[in-house]
Protein backbone atom coordinates (compact mmCIF):
# COMPACT_ATOMS: atom_id res chain seq x y z
CA UNK A 1 0.00 0.00 0.00
CA UNK A 2 1.36 3.35 -1.11
CA UNK A 3 2.32 5.65 1.94
CA UNK A 4 0.62 9.59 2.69
CA UNK A 5 1.58 12.37 4.76
CA UNK A 6 -0.81 14.98 5.92
CA UNK A 7 0.92 18.03 6.82
CA UNK A 8 -0.93 20.82 8.66
CA UNK A 9 -0.11 24.38 8.40
CA UNK A 10 -2.07 26.84 10.40
CA UNK A 11 0.59 29.43 12.93
CA UNK A 12 3.36 26.80 12.53
CA UNK A 13 3.45 23.76 10.26
CA UNK A 14 3.17 20.89 11.70
CA UNK A 15 4.84 18.40 9.17
CA UNK A 16 3.63 14.49 8.96
CA UNK A 17 6.65 12.29 9.56
CA UNK A 18 4.93 9.04 9.53
CA UNK A 19 1.90 8.91 7.21
CA UNK A 20 0.09 5.99 6.35
CA UNK A 21 -0.54 3.54 4.36
CA UNK A 22 -3.99 3.89 2.38
CA UNK A 23 -5.25 1.93 -0.56
CA UNK A 24 -4.74 5.07 -3.36
CA UNK A 25 -5.29 8.79 -3.52
CA UNK A 26 -9.08 8.70 -2.96
CA UNK A 27 -8.59 7.69 0.23
CA UNK A 28 -5.77 10.10 0.94
CA UNK A 29 -8.32 12.58 -0.33
CA UNK A 30 -11.45 11.45 1.99
CA UNK A 31 -8.97 11.27 5.23
CA UNK A 32 -7.49 14.60 5.05
CA UNK A 33 -11.59 15.98 4.39
CA UNK A 34 -12.02 14.06 7.41
CA UNK A 35 -8.82 15.66 9.49
CA UNK A 36 -9.77 19.07 8.18
CA UNK A 37 -13.64 18.50 9.23
CA UNK A 38 -12.24 17.05 13.21
CA UNK A 39 -10.07 20.36 12.98
CA UNK A 40 -12.82 22.84 12.20
CA UNK A 41 -15.49 21.02 14.67
CA UNK A 42 -12.39 21.67 17.37
CA UNK A 43 -12.07 25.31 16.86
CA UNK A 44 -15.93 26.00 16.67
CA UNK A 45 -16.01 27.84 19.90
CA UNK A 46 -13.08 29.75 19.62
CA UNK A 47 -11.13 32.04 17.75
CA UNK A 48 -10.02 30.92 14.53
CA UNK A 49 -6.04 29.84 15.20
CA UNK A 50 -4.89 31.51 11.81
CA UNK A 51 -6.96 33.52 9.24
CA UNK A 52 -6.47 30.60 7.09
CA UNK A 53 -4.91 27.21 7.05
CA UNK A 54 -4.92 23.82 5.57
CA UNK A 55 -4.24 20.29 4.81
CA UNK A 56 -1.74 19.11 2.37
CA UNK A 57 -1.49 15.03 1.39
CA UNK A 58 1.26 14.04 -0.29
CA UNK A 59 2.64 10.99 -1.35
CA UNK A 60 5.96 9.34 -0.92
CA UNK A 61 7.62 10.78 -3.26
CA UNK A 62 6.55 14.21 -2.47
CA UNK A 63 4.08 14.69 -5.09
CA UNK A 64 0.39 16.42 -3.96
CA UNK A 65 -2.27 14.67 -3.79
CA UNK A 66 -4.19 17.22 -2.78
CA UNK A 67 -4.36 20.64 -0.48
CA UNK A 68 -7.65 21.52 1.30
CA UNK A 69 -7.86 25.23 2.40
CA UNK A 70 -9.90 27.04 4.92
CA UNK A 71 -10.05 30.54 5.82
CA UNK A 72 -12.38 32.59 8.07
CA UNK A 73 -12.43 35.16 10.15
CA UNK A 74 -13.83 35.88 13.65
CA UNK A 75 -15.98 38.22 15.20
CA UNK A 76 -19.43 38.95 16.99
CA UNK A 77 -22.42 37.69 15.59
Known sequence: MPRYLFTVQNSKPAP????????????????AMTEAGEMLRDHRDSDW????????????????????????TGGTV
Open 49 to 72: PTPEWWVLVTDEQGSTVCRITVSG
Open 16 to 31: DTTGLDLAGPEEARSM
